[in-house]
Nanobody, 127 residues
Framework: VQLVESGGGLVQPGGSLRLSCAAS????????VGWFRQAPGKEREALSC????????FYADSGKGRFTISRDNANYIVYLQMNNLNAEDTATYYC?????????????????????WGQGTLVTVSS
């Protein structure tokens, strides 16, 4: 299984970005994909997760309010729409999944142990 993020870049405060995570190699849609980020000098944190099969979503505290996760199952792409960005959102954003931890509960709560990570995409919020 491989995950590839895209869509990062430089955005002004108050702006929006949509990140994409293209997944390949899943044997079915019985998996979940989460979004995470790591700011310079800080620990990685969980943002949100979506189950591919039924689209059910979960948002961690850091992802509530301004972020929306969605999926395109036909193409196995997971999106993260980010609105009203500020400097504190500057970070490398990662999508991740796991062969064993298939549902959003364990994806979010045990994200440090997930075995499938993308390479990350950098988001910089600056004027």
């Amino acid at each position: 299984v491989q995950l590839v993020e895209s869509g990062g870049g430089l955005v002004q405060p108050g702006g929006s970005l949509r990140l994409s995570c293209a997944a390949s190699g899943f044997s079915s849609d019985a998996y979940s994909v989460g979004w995470f980020r790591q700011a310079p000098g800080k620990e990685r944190e969980a943002l949100s997760c979506i189950t591919l099969r039924d689209g059910s979503t979960f948002y961690a505290d850091s992802g509530k309010g301004r972020f929306t996760i969605s999926r395109d199952n036909a193409n196995y792409i997971v999106y993260l729409q980010m609105n009203n960005l500020n400097a504190e959102d500057t970070a490398t954003y990662y999508c991740a999944s796991d062969i064993i931890r298939r549902w959003c509960g364990p994806v979010i709560s045990n994200y440090r142990y997930l075995d499938i990570w993308g390479q990350g995409t950098l988001v910089t919020v600056s004027s």
